[in-house]
């Protein structure tokens, strides 16, 4: 069925290359620096144009859909009806990496009608922002299409001009965990979004998509020259997706800048996605983690039970005393429940997420966290068999309410395609972790442990597409090769790794990376391909509002000095700002601690050593502060025996001070700043 689309749409596009006719429609965004153009060629055939300050980025891009059982929408069409309109608002995020955003765009929203055979409509919506646009389809209510079945969209991205895109495969056995591609537009193969490009003009794109529900996720397949098209991941039938009309699509995104850090400071995505459905959530608290995870990704503990079984009673409560002590608010504890023993990964049948193994005491772990201030973090492994787990979903975040547990941890391991869902007719098929079955099982989930006041944290998850504005307990996930790669990995994850993160996945929303590791020798042939500023860094860098501290407690136990960033590091901010930046090179990051005045910062760098000037106008005027440095040593390198080579120092600056990082050969640095006098806010 792949195979079939990609046939489909390169012969679509070839034919529909006819000269296209004067814009029809335009909207600007706010500023006016952006412009949508909507043209119909001579063949009914529409496409959208981008332009900004003048300039053509995105040339005319087609729009459109083929269905299964019906003809595609995609030629004989006519512009029937248009209408503008403005919005602005700033509203309030519960938790995240900026308390207050602003949500400003002009709207245009026409219809396309088919001129022959079966006289369909089609709504079309461009929401145009100051940094960037979104737009989707709408099907209205209408008799030909009270059913729709998808085969793929026709929606194109056709870059105007030359550029280099950072991109990660998409449809291949591993899901969303592959290394990044960095490639002249041209070379693209099938991406995954977000997809992010500098031109050579110096503009930066990335597409993506935003409010993915009931529908299946969109990857990026280049068709020619630097054409993109959407390809979406397949169903468990014929089509990708089916639908009941009236309905509406996910938004398809550009976000756009002058630079690569105003990517990262845009909300675009979280703006297209609707407000809190779920009231008041001061019950979910943004914090930091211990776990039982790391030694056995180190293979020094199993999940399975055993006489190497991490998750035992007495293991778990010298964990929740550690947290304690250092002001951590959780433990997370794999391996707990009964299924492990068996055949697990992309199985799952034989898990119970109610019973623990005989060596695994729930309850007083629980009560022994609770007395402590500390809360245990759930996990349920469903290794996607999201059949099974939702006979018992119920029930086990039940018993999660009851004991106190506010965040759970759940897993889809298996290979791509290899999920399981049951169908309306009760039959248990197999489907894509990122299909329109996925997709509702992860919003069952979620609306589920809202219910209990619980917050989901999905690994090998549905890609993240802003919905954490409209259920704010979907409060991180993963979705990229995280830090177990460098416990296990051949190859490690190598030093660029994480500033590629910044400027491509994290664009779509926060990630449990899980950063923190000390003990660099792992059983990966690399190690950890950092240093140890470098994963103090990442605590400012990589944004989840719940941060794990992954490595073994003895490590942390050994180092007090690094380990006390770990300690002072919030997760939740005030604002957020990018102070340099280039795709899979280098990013400097500053946040504001959302409960105090203190600033953080986090620079990073790829294997090359950098020396970053970092201006600190971003501190209060007329305010001293302490800066608390943790920086790379004059060893330091990511190779060999300098990983832990660090230099921990404080000075005393102001606002008006630049800094100069020295960054070492896939290094980083981590800086607190405290005000010591001046005004108070």
Partial sequence: MILRSLILLISLHLLGATALAAPLATIASPDGAIVVEIEINGEGRPAYSVIRRGQTIIAPSRLGFLLVDAPKIERNLSLTAQSQRSFDETWEQPWGEERLIRNRYNELRFTLTETKELARSLDVVFRVYDDGIGFRYEFPDQPRMREVKILNELTEFNFASEGEALWTPAMRSNREEYLYYRTPIEQVGVSQTPLTVRLQSGLHLSIHEATLIDYSGMNLMRIEGRGLNALLTPGIGDAAVVRKGPFVTPWRTIQISETAGGLVESRLILNLNEPNRLGDVSWFEPGKYVGIWWQMHLDTATWASGPRHGATTETTLRYIDFAARNGFSGVLVEGWNIGWDADWFGNGQDFSFTKPYPDFDLERVTSYARERGVRIIGHHETSANAAHYETQM?????????????????????????????????????????????????????????????????????????????????VSREGARGMEYSAWGNPSNPPEHEVNLVFTRLLAGPMDFTPGIFGMETRSPEGVATTWAKQLALYVTIYSPIQMAADLLENYEANPRPFQFIRDVPTDWEETRVLNGELGDYVTIVRRDRDSRDWYLGSITDENPRRLEASLSFLEPGVRYRAQIYRDGPGADYRGTARSDILIEERMVSGADTLVLDLAPGGGQAIRFSPVTGKRR
Avoid: C
């Fill in 394 to 474: 119920d029930e086990a975040f039940d018993l999660y309410k009851r004991l106190g547990v506010r965040t759970v941890k759940t897993g889809y391991v298996s290979d791509a395609a290899g999920a399981r869902v049951r169908t309306e007719d009760g039959q248990v098929r197999f489907a894509w972790h990122e299909g329109q079955e996925m997709a509702r099982h992860h919003l069952r989930v979620i609306e589920a442990a809202a219910r209990r006041q619980i917050a989901i944290n999905p690994h090998e998850p549905i890609k993240d597409t802003g919905l954490r504005r409209t259920y704010p307990n979907w």
